[in-house]
């Protein structure tokens, strides 16, 4: 038996919104963030709103364990992000490679520099990864290219950077 929702997607919003950017402000890093985990929150029960069933529980318990997994998302995927970040820029201390020298003494504006000097698409695959924190799947489908094809892709692209922090490196040594 499908159950009616309590209140509309409208309703929804203007009786939670505000409470839920406070807890998201409270869990986030920022206030961009805490943006990004309310709109989410609130996006992903306006879409289950038709799910939502009385018998389970009030609508607000609902909602924020819609709210509680969003920003438990949002904290795994910017954990992934700082991980991938933090691989793509270190090294093990042990290595002293061309490359691990030029990542201990980059900072985040050379590199940033160094990608944006990237052909469009390299720079396109590595903010898609690493700025907006996408899988290779989800990449790979706003290029319009498999998730397989989007993995060699940010490879070749990574190569690319490589090369170029090496190349910076050389010129300045």
């Known amino acids: 038996m499908s159950s009616r929702p309590a209140l509309g997607a409208e309703e929804l919003c203007r009786t939670y919104a505000g409470r839920v950017f406070r807890f998201a402000a409270m869990v986030s890093r920022g206030n961009a963030e805490a943006e990004d985990i309310a709109q989410e929150a609130l996006l992903k029960a306006i879409r289950k709103l038709d799910a939502y069933d009385p018998g389970r529980g009030s609508v607000e318990s609902w909602l924020w364990s819609i709210v509680v997994s969003a920003a438990r998302d949002a904290g795994r995927a910017a954990g992934r992000r700082l991980a991938l970040w933090e691989r793509l820029t270190r090294l093990p201390e042990q290595s002293e490679s061309v490359e691990s020298v030029v990542l201990d003494r980059l900072s985040d504006a050379q590199l940033l520099d160094a990608v944006h000097r990237l052909r469009s698409r390299d720079r396109t695959l590595i903010a898609l990864r690493f700025g907006a924190g996408l899988d290779h799947a989800a990449s790979g ?28 490196h050389e010129q300045d040594a």
């Open 141 to 168: 489908a706003a290029l319009g290219i498999s998730a397989a094809a989007a993995t060699m892709a940010l490879r070749r692209a990574l190569h690319a950077l490589r090369k170029h922090l090496e190349a910076t």
